[in-house]
């Protein structure tokens, strides 16, 4: 959003998962929890752990944004471009959502995903990489016969694989 881009942000699981003191226990909440409260039960619980971990970071940043999180799925609203940072919720926008609704206006949606590992360094260099591809469809003439073309350069320059597909709504 600071280069000008129209972001929203979204979860598409049930809950919200965040990390907790190990890998088998994570911190989950109801979409329905505010970024705020979850600071504050995270600050109860254990302030050094996650303040260390960067999630009080997030969680402060976040509820600057907006109060709380929200799922994909209850949201309505039409997008050009949806882009995804894990192939599971690739497939949960594709498969269990998009491909799933009945086709009304039949506006092309690219969904694209970059496959980033959930750790602060590997979501900065994402958010890096995700910026540069969207600057580069925007300043392309003919994005529906441009964009394959676009994402092969993005994967050697990259050196990752990115999964596309076209949607309807």
């Known amino acids: 959003s600071k280069r000008g881009f129209s972001v929203r942000s979204f979860g598409t699981g049930t809950h919200?998962?965040?990390p907790g003191p190990a890998p088998d226990k994570p911190n989950v909440y109801d979409f329905k929890t505010t970024y705020d409260q979850m600071y504050?039960?995270?600050?109860?619980?254990?302030?050094?752990?996650?303040?260390?971990?960067?999630?009080?970071?997030?969680l402060d940043r976040n509820k600057r944004i907006k109060p709380r999180p929200e799922r994909f799925q209850n949201c309505k609203d039409v997008f050009d471009l949806i882009l995804t940072?894990?192939?599971r919720v690739y497939d949960q926008v594709v498969e269990a959502d998009l491909n799933s609704r009945e086709q009304?206006?039949?506006?092309?949606?690219?969904?694209?995903?970059?496959?980033?590992?959930?750790?602060h360094e590997e979501a900065t260099l994402g958010a890096f990489l995700?910026?540069?591809l969207c600057q580069c469809?925007?300043?392309?003439?003919d994005m529906e016969n441009e964009i394959d073309e676009l994402l092969q350069e993005f994967e050697e320059k990259s050196g990752r694989t990115f999964l596309h597909t076209v949607c309807f709504y």
């Open 16 to 18: 919200v998962k965040l």
């Open 40 to 58: 504050n039960d995270l600050l109860r619980k254990d302030k050094e752990l996650y303040t260390q971990n960067g999630i009080l970071h997030m």
């Open 85 to 87: 940072c894990e192939e």
């Open 104 to 119: 009304e206006t039949c506006q092309p949606v690219h969904v694209i995903n970059v496959d980033i590992q959930d750790n």
């Open 130 to 132: 995700i910026c540069e």
């Open 137 to 141: 469809i925007q300043h392309t003439e």
